[in-house]
């Protein structure tokens, strides 16, 4: 089994507590850099090791954390972003529940070298069980003062707060989950300005993800280039990649970046359901294009996906077998992101509602010639015309299935019903 | 008319709030969730009284509850079943799973059964995908459900729902 890195401990009873984190390695990387680092050095060590943001997009964490301007006068915000709501991912669910003090003592560090004094941890409304497992973590912090005011004696303060949202995807996006921090309906804002200059509040504001700051403490703590030296050269470390669907043994797996998409899927997920074929995979959550069976040796990492023709994204791997109706994906996932559009753009609110229109048509046996055509239209105005991501991540479901699987859509709309047959049944 | 307002532990931690955050809006989502952890649902009524006490003109708690899809608007059942519908899910039999939960609870989608004891809805995904399929039953998660498991939940529900003053919300 390759090294682990975030889910060492994962399985550990009471890893939870900070007993037994403590027990385990855990808060020595934070006294380190109160006592031997300025905040500059940590975010070059961060830099170093290629740290790439886990939520999605990949940016190079320490990078980000470099845009903070030091001189502004202003108070200066973290923002950990725990509103995992992409479908097909579910790891920093597992990270915040099982293991929530290398969560914090990574935040209080990247909180540190952006010299914030005020943090929020933004997660999703949903995980009631989380929210109590960081709430409790949090005091835990706070008695052994690694959070709180003078923080060891380094003259450095900081407060967390738990912040829980609604219940909207939308709010996973920086911007828009800044305005539900602030108490508005969570619509993005228009970038430039970016949120390291103007963020919450007004104010300098970095946010990154759960997984990303979990990775944190090692860095400190084993140094950039241990970090660096795994996984490929632009992708360094570990990843945990969700692994869900019609596979044998779905789960968190966390392995080094690069690994394949074949040894994932049928060394640690144990194959294809029932032994079934492979049809397709989505390889990086919902908002990335599928990919067909002969991309299965494609290496996951943040270039590589890339080149195959999707992308890495959250690393929600999920994986359909040969039953499955590609309209029906299409439909179903357009479904969601046309009730999670913060309607703020035309594009994205009108044209996710169109594009429903005519999946539900074409699943319901009511298609028409041209539906195709017409759907890749509306992808095409979409795509590139939205404020935040959210329209560009409606758009693979529907153009990817067509593109791979049209004749699909063209049966469908001939005979007036479903290519595959049969339909999964719960037992 | 009591049972409707607001308890005086709504109201302390409601006050808590109040001040806590470097902008009170901050406060809002916040008190949608102390609302919602009394009452199960966020209905006007509750948002006036607690505007009120976080000192926050109610139309903004109230754009706010509107635009959070996780806060039902109305009383739902003591067992609000919530199911997972998105893919991962669905590969794994979610539409049947719903379909089986209504034909046991002969009910319809949103609707409260005549014992007042569940509604069931479809949501979208809860970020529970490798433990599909599954449903969130008020704020505990039940995942890798088969039929066995559920009929076994709901006779769980049933009897501890029946019993005087019933389940935590």
Redesign the interface.
Request: aromatic fraction near 8%.
């Given at each position: 089994m390759p090294e682990k890195i975030l889910f060492k401990y994962i399985d550990e009873p009471g890893q939870d507590t900070i007993k037994v984190y403590m027990k385990n390695g855990g808060y020595t990387a934070l006294p380190k850099v109160l006592k031997e680092y300025t905040p500059d050095q940590v975010t070059d060590i961060v830099k170093e090791s290629g740290l790439r943001g886990r939520g999605g997009a990949g940016f190079p964490a320490g990078v980000k954390w470099s845009f903070v301007p030091k001189d502004s006068p202003k108070p200066k915000y973290l923002l950990i972003n725990a509103d995992e709501s992409e479908p097909g991912t579910f790891k920093d669910r597992q990270l915040l529940e099982r293991d929530p003090h290398q969560l914090i003592e990574g935040s209080i560090i990247a909180a540190y070298a952006v010299q914030a004094h005020t943090g929020f941890i933004y997660i999703r409304g949903e995980f009631g069980y989380g929210a109590k497992q960081l709430l409790r973590a949090l005091s835990e912090a706070e008695e052994k003062n690694f959070l709180g005011k003078n923080i060891l004696g380094s003259g450095y303060d900081l407060t967390i707060h738990l912040h829980r949202g609604g219940g909207a995807y939308i709010c996973g996006e920086e911007t828009a989950l800044m305005e539900s921090i602030e108490g508005r309906r969570g619509l993005s804002r228009v970038r430039p300005p970016y949120p390291a200059i103007v963020g919450l509040y007004g104010c300098p504001t970095v946010i990154n993800n759960v997984e990303t700051l979990s990775n944190v403490p090692h860095i400190i703590n084993k140094g950039a280039e241990w970090f660096a030296s795994m996984g490929t050269r632009k992708s360094t470390g570990t990843k945990i990649f969700s692994l869900s669907g019609q596979v044998k043994r779905p789960g968190n797996y966390e392995l080094p970046m690069g690994i394949s998409l074949r040894e994932l899927i049928y060394e640690y997920g144990g194959g294809i359901f029932e032994d079934r074929e492979l049809k397709a995979v989505i390889p990086g959550g919902s908002s990335t294009p599928i990919l067909t069976p002969d991309k299965l040796d494609v290496k996951l990492d943040f270039e590589s996906v890339v080149e195959a023709g999707s992308m890495l994204g959250s690393a929600g791997v999920i994986v359909m077998d040969e039953t499955t109706c590609m309209v029906n994906v299409a439909w179903r996932l357009t479904r969601f992101y046309q009730h999670e559009s913060c309607g703020k753009c035309t594009p994205c609110r009108e044209g996710t509602y169109w594009m429903l229109k005519i999946l539900e048509r074409i699943e319901n046996g009511k298609g028409e010639s041209g539906d195709v055509e017409l759907l890749l239209d509306i992808c095409n105005y979409i795509e590139g015309y939205t404020v935040c991501p959210l329209g560009d991540a409606a758009v693979p479901a529907v153009r990817s299935t067509i593109e791979h699987f049209q004749e699909e859509y063209d049966y469908h709309i001939r005979n007036k019903t479903c290519m595959v047959k049969g339909k999964p049944v719960f037992k | 008319m009591n049972t409707m307002s607001l308890s005086k532990e709504s109201i302390e931690k409601l006050q808590e709030l109040k001040d806590?955050?470097?902008?009170?809006?901050?406060?809002?989502?916040?008190a949608?969730?102390v609302v919602y952890d009394q009452f199960g649902y966020v209905g006007d009524e509750q948002l006036k009284e607690a505007a009120e006490v976080v000192e926050?003109p109610y139309v903004?708690l109230a754009?706010?509850a509107s635009?959070?899809?996780?806060?039902p608007k109305k009383p739902v059942g003591k067992y609000f079943i919530q199911v997972c519908?998105?893919?991962?899910c669905?590969?794994?039999?979610?539409?049947?799973?719903v379909d089986?939960l209504l034909e046991k609870l002969n009910v319809k989608l949103g609707e409260i059964t005549p014992d007042g004891l569940f509604t069931v809805v479809t949501?979208?995904?809860?970020?529970?995908?490798?433990?599909?399929?599954m449903m969130?039953v008020n704020?505990?998660?039940h995942e890798n459900?088969?039929?066995e498991r559920v009929d076994e939940l709901l006779e769980e529900f049933r009897r501890e729902g029946t019993k005087k003053g019933g389940p935590p919300s």
């Amino acid at each position: 089994m390759p090294e682990k890195i975030l889910f060492k401990y994962i399985d550990e009873p009471g890893q939870d507590t900070i007993k037994v984190y403590m027990k385990n390695g855990g808060y020595t990387a934070l006294p380190k850099v109160l006592k031997e680092y300025t905040p500059d050095q940590v975010t070059d060590i961060v830099k170093e090791s290629g740290l790439r943001g886990r939520g999605g997009a990949g940016f190079p964490a320490g990078v980000k954390w470099s845009f903070v301007p030091k001189d502004s006068p202003k108070p200066k915000y973290l923002l950990i972003n725990a509103d995992e709501s992409e479908p097909g991912t579910f790891k920093d669910r597992q990270l915040l529940e099982r293991d929530p003090h290398q969560l914090i003592e990574g935040s209080i560090i990247a909180a540190y070298a952006v010299q914030a004094h005020t943090g929020f941890i933004y997660i999703r409304g949903e995980f009631g069980y989380g929210a109590k497992q960081l709430l409790r973590a949090l005091s835990e912090a706070e008695e052994k003062n690694f959070l709180g005011k003078n923080i060891l004696g380094s003259g450095y303060d900081l407060t967390i707060h738990l912040h829980r949202g609604g219940g909207a995807y939308i709010c996973g996006e920086e911007t828009a989950l800044m305005e539900s921090i602030e108490g508005r309906r969570g619509l993005s804002r228009v970038r430039p300005p970016y949120p390291a200059i103007v963020g919450l509040y007004g104010c300098p504001t970095v946010i990154n993800n759960v997984e990303t700051l979990s990775n944190v403490p090692h860095i400190i703590n084993k140094g950039a280039e241990w970090f660096a030296s795994m996984g490929t050269r632009k992708s360094t470390g570990t990843k945990i990649f969700s692994l869900s669907g019609q596979v044998k043994r779905p789960g968190n797996y966390e392995l080094p970046m690069g690994i394949s998409l074949r040894e994932l899927i049928y060394e640690y997920g144990g194959g294809i359901f029932e032994d079934r074929e492979l049809k397709a995979v989505i390889p990086g959550g919902s908002s990335t294009p599928i990919l067909t069976p002969d991309k299965l040796d494609v290496k996951l990492d943040f270039e590589s996906v890339v080149e195959a023709g999707s992308m890495l994204g959250s690393a929600g791997v999920i994986v359909m077998d040969e039953t499955t109706c590609m309209v029906n994906v299409a439909w179903r996932l357009t479904r969601f992101y046309q009730h999670e559009s913060c309607g703020k753009c035309t594009p994205c609110r009108e044209g996710t509602y169109w594009m429903l229109k005519i999946l539900e048509r074409i699943e319901n046996g009511k298609g028409e010639s041209g539906d195709v055509e017409l759907l890749l239209d509306i992808c095409n105005y979409i795509e590139g015309y939205t404020v935040c991501p959210l329209g560009d991540a409606a758009v693979p479901a529907v153009r990817s299935t067509i593109e791979h699987f049209q004749e699909e859509y063209d049966y469908h709309i001939r005979n007036k019903t479903c290519m595959v047959k049969g339909k999964p049944v719960f037992k | 008319m009591n049972t409707m307002s607001l308890s005086k532990e709504s109201i302390e931690k409601l006050q808590e709030l109040k001040d806590k955050f470097p902008d009170r809006r901050t406060a809002i989502l916040p008190a949608l969730h102390v609302v919602y952890d009394q009452f199960g649902y966020v209905g006007d009524e509750q948002l006036k009284e607690a505007a009120e006490v976080v000192e926050l003109p109610y139309v903004e708690l109230a754009e706010n509850a509107s635009f959070y899809t996780m806060f039902p608007k109305k009383p739902v059942g003591k067992y609000f079943i919530q199911v997972c519908t998105n893919l991962s899910c669905a590969l794994l039999g979610a539409d049947s799973l719903v379909d089986y939960l209504l034909e046991k609870l002969n009910v319809k989608l949103g609707e409260i059964t005549p014992d007042g004891l569940f509604t069931v809805v479809t949501v979208e995904c809860l970020g529970s995908c490798g433990s599909a399929p599954m449903m969130q039953v008020n704020d505990e998660y039940h995942e890798n459900l088969t039929r066995e498991r559920v009929d076994e939940l709901l006779e769980e529900f049933r009897r501890e729902g029946t019993k005087k003053g019933g389940p935590p919300s």
